[in-house]
Antibody, heavy 122, light 108 residues
């Protein structure tokens, strides 16, 4: 059974930093691209970032480019999102998501974690 | 960037009804489109990918069609568990893999 468990969310002040982690199990982690998607309270889904299966390619939404860094450790089956220069508008539930297609970074998202809440407020 | 526009924003329907939700891309995306269902307090669930391919385990009452700029999600006979919010998402280009704004399906 595929499981994605996020951690690292919490309350942070504007301008601060936070690192999210996602522990993956139940599939060959190193064979799949991974994604982060967020959802502000009461709002729709916003795509944040993606990373290829070997970590060699990364992609970011314009809203987070230069502030967020996605990475992965295939030896630990773990995905990360380092967030810096956080703003109030970054407040959201952050979901760790698995790519449907093996090897590709197509953006079809078949398994989602339960999400971790990041709140940016003073 | 490619923008995705869903219509309607909300719809009321009854159990057994046939419901269609549309999604329009601001430029052609071939068949690079997915549909997701989200229930309150839960993570989204993939229903359809590549515009018309049914994800494993998803009931056959769900179907998708379209290509280019215009797409539809159809639920052939609504069941009580189908009342949720539905999102389309383009998978044609990076960045971003934009989502539509969502369509809330409510019980009439």
């Amino acid at each position: 059974e595929v499981q994605l468990v996020e951690s690292g969310g919490g309350l942070v002040q504007p301008g601060g930093s936070l690192r999210l982690s996602c522990s993956a199990s139940g599939f060959t982690f190193s064979s799949y691209a991974m994604h982060w998607v967020r959802q502000a309270p009461g709002k729709g889904l916003e795509y944040v970032s993606a990373i290829s299966s070997n970590g060699g390619s990364t992609y970011y939404a314009d809203s987070v480019k230069g502030r967020f860094t996605i990475s992965r450790d295939n030896s630990k089956n773990t995905l990360y999102l380092q967030m810096s220069s956080l703003r109030a508008e970054d407040t959201a539930v952050y979901y760790c998501v698995k790519e449907l297609l093996r090897i590709a970074v197509a953006g079809y998202l078949d398994y989602w974690g339960q999400g971790t809440l990041v709140t940016v407020s003073s | 960037d490619i923008q995705m526009t869903q219509s309607p924003s909300s719809v009321s329907a009854s159990v057994g009804d046939r419901v269609t939700i549309t999604c329009r891309a601001s430029q052609g995306i071939s068949s690079w489109l997915a549909w997701y269902q989200q229930k309150p307090g839960k993570a989204p669930k993939l229903l359809i990918y590549a515009a018309s391919s049914l994800q494993s385990g998803v009931p056959s009452r769900f179907s998708g069609s379209g290509s280019g700029t215009d797409f539809t999600l159809t639920i052939s006979s609504l069941q009580p568990e189908d009342f949720a919010t539905y999102y389309c998402q383009q998978a044609n280009s990076f960045p971003p893999r934009a989502f539509g704004q969502g369509t809330r399906l409510e019980i009439k």
